[in-house]
């Protein structure tokens, strides 16, 4: 495989190290792009009024204000079902779990659940949520359905974090005889605090930004109204984005930059607050 | 006095590991309660439409007269839209990686990082937007005879919403790769290329193919997107200048629709999301599989 010509195979390297280079940053201008072209189309329909302004059909005076607080009051409900259960069951499977084939089929099983697509989630929502449990489409089917969505995410993130908090602090713990809830209460869950929240705040932006659930749900509507009980429709971000872009005036796509404008100005804000969480944990605890 | 606060504190112990224990159980729940909703409605499904008319049959056509069931044409959009952004994702998915672990600076990398995960957590409607009003306008210079909607809009798309993913999973394999295997190369007098060929990509072969198969997955049952850039029209075709639709993208008509509750038009999504959870399931198994399976250990 090796010739036996060193100016050949130098030549070779220094190629392909070359268009290895252009191609990554090559791709990395694709980011650029899109945030270009989303930032140029949506900037002037960009103003307090849209923010303010219920959806419309008329382009000029559609706003965000239902889809904002619908994102809102879904979000605040995701994190309440979604990050107890989500952390408790990483700490089950780390701190408690016996090595056994029931705890191999939970790993297994959370695994393949991060990796069924979201719509399928949107349809199971829709038969428990929405039709069995007839919490139509409120805004706690939709909670509940992104919920068992990133589910499988804060698991696994958590489950990360709590792992990296070395053996020694729970020895010590034990050695000075607490048991074994204290040690995970007291010591383990506090170090694992900011790893814990990273993925926390990371699936968080992954419910804001999904779609296709809610789509299937029936959260695509007319809404023209800001929730005001568990119980209202409502609609978020994404769809009135999807809305807008799936007109075919040109004026509504203006309109769909500018609700991803404000989208994605909320996800920038999480993934900062994530990126501060992760270099404090990495300062403070240093083993 | 000891016993007692003793024995409670044991009861204590005892409660919270159960209810830990209870959370991590629901995830089987979850799967349990996907895969009975998903047979139960597509059987009542195949009561009515013979299972060969639906996995054979060439014409998909629910919600008009006549009807007919054949989930081909959605398969093959499906699979148009997986093919084209496997093509773009997993080359250049890999080169990421490649440059990433062997020739970036830890200062590149600090910059490409970061950038990579934003590119991850864009959500997917925002992409679509972007084939419609960026891409598909580009690809409609260059053949003036493409559709509104086409399947390579939404193949590039779809490619370079995984591609992040692709870099970052053949990252962590190359990485995992000891230091000492590309030592003992360099001290053979290869250079980076070959050690690359020749010993990176070899011994991290199992996580990179486990990432690619994972991508693939992803983009099979990819939704927005698609249902944004590649259309509405269930099409038997392998030209990526029409219009097509996905399986995923045509559960999200029929939801967006008023269609009755309960008749067969409404029956199809349980059949097809069964279809498209069987194979995602596959995939995602599959790829664990390799993942474990072919991994060589390093120790």
């Known amino acids: 495989m090796i010739k036996n010509n060193l100016k050949n195979r130098k030549k070779i390297d220094s190629i392909f190290k070359v268009a290895s280079k252009i191609i990554t940053w ?26 303010n302004n219920f959806p419309s059909r008329f382009p000029h005076k559609a706003g965000i204000k239902s889809a904002l607080s619908g994102s809102i009051w879904m979000l605040t409900f995701v994190t309440l079902i979604s990050v107890p259960i989500g952390v408790l069951s990483a700490i089950y499977l780390e701190e408690y779990s016996k090595k056994n084939r029931i705890t191999r089929f939970v790993e297994i099983n ?28 409120s805004v706690l089917a939709g909670s509940f359905t ?75 509507t007319y809404v023209a109204f800001v929730p005001e009980t568990v119980m209202d429709p409502f609609t978020t971000l994404p ?47 240093d083993f | 006095m000891k016993l007692i606060f003793k024995r409670k504190s044991k009861l204590k112990e005892i409660f919270f590991e159960k209810i830990f224990a209870l959370c991590s159980y629901l995830s089987i729940l979850t799967t349990v309660l996907i895969i009975y909703i998903l047979a139960t409605e597509s059987f009542q499904f195949f009561k009515q439409i013979p299972i060969t008319d639906f996995l054979f049959g060439t014409h998909w056509e629910p919600l008009l007269e006549p009807k007919s069931f054949g989930v081909l044409p959605l398969l093959f959009g499906t699979l148009l839209i997986v093919i084209g952004s496997a093509l773009i994702s997993i080359p250049l998915g890999l080169i990421i990686a490649i440059y990433l672990s062997q020739y970036a600076s830890s200062k590149a990398r600090r910059i490409i990082k970061p950038i990579l995960e934003i590119l991850a957590g864009i959500p997917t409607v925002v992409y679509g937007y972007f084939a419609l009003t960026f891409i598909t306008p580009i690809i409609r210079i260059i053949f003036p005879d493409a559709e509104i909607f086409n399947a390579l809009s939404g193949s590039i798309v779809v490619g370079i919403m995984i591609l992040p993913m692709v870099a970052s999973l053949c990252d962590d394999a190359l990485q995992a790769v000891p230091k000492s295997l590309k030592q003992g190369g360099y001290a053979l007098g290869t250079t980076s290329f070959e050690v690359i060929k020749g010993i990176l990509i070899p011994s991290a072969f199992s996580g990179i193919i486990s990432s690619f198969v994972l991508a693939v997955s992803r983009a099979f049952g990819e939704t927005m997107a698609v249902t944004l850039a590649a259309g509405a029209t269930p099409r038997f075709t392998i030209n990526p200048l029409e219009s097509i639709q996905t399986m995923t993208a045509y559960i999200v008509q029929v939801s967006l629709g008023d269609t009755p509750q309960g008749g067969i038009e409404y ?10 959870f069987i194979v995602t399931l596959m995939m995602n198994l599959f790829s664990n599989y390799i993942m474990h399976k072919y991994r060589e250990v390093y120790d």
């Open chain 1, 239 to 285: 769809i009135q984005v999807f809305n807008w872009a799936s007109r075919p005036q040109a004026a509504f796509h203006e309109v769909a930059a500018a609700g991803i404008i404000i989208l994605l100005i909320v996800l920038l804000f999480m993934n900062a607050i994530a990126i501060f969480l992760r270099n404090y944990s990495n300062k403070k605890y």
């Open chain 1, 146 to 220: 992104m919920s068992l969505l990133i589910l499988p995410v804060i698991i696994i993130s958590s489950r990360e974090a709590i792992r990296a908090v070395p053996k020694s602090i729970r020895l010590g713990a034990y050695a000075v005889g607490a048991t074994k809830y204290q040690t995970i209460r007291h010591h383990v869950i506090p170090i694992a605090l900011p790893g814990i929240l990273t993925g926390v705040i990371l699936s968080m932006s992954r419910a804001i930004g999904e779609t296709a659930p809610l789509i299937m749900i029936g959260a695509l």
């Open chain 1, 26 to 51: 090559s791709s990395l201008v694709v980011l650029a792009v899109l945030l270009y072209h989303v930032s140029i189309t949506g900037i002037s329909k960009l103003s307090l009024d849209f923010l």
């Open chain 2, 267 to 276: 029956q199809t999504i349980f059949a097809v999301a069964g279809l498209l």
């Open chain 1, 110 to 137: 959370i695994a393949n659940l991060a990796g069924v697509p979201s719509i399928v989630y949107g349809i199971l929502g829709l038969a428990i949520f929405v039709r069995f449990f007839q919490l139509d489409r």
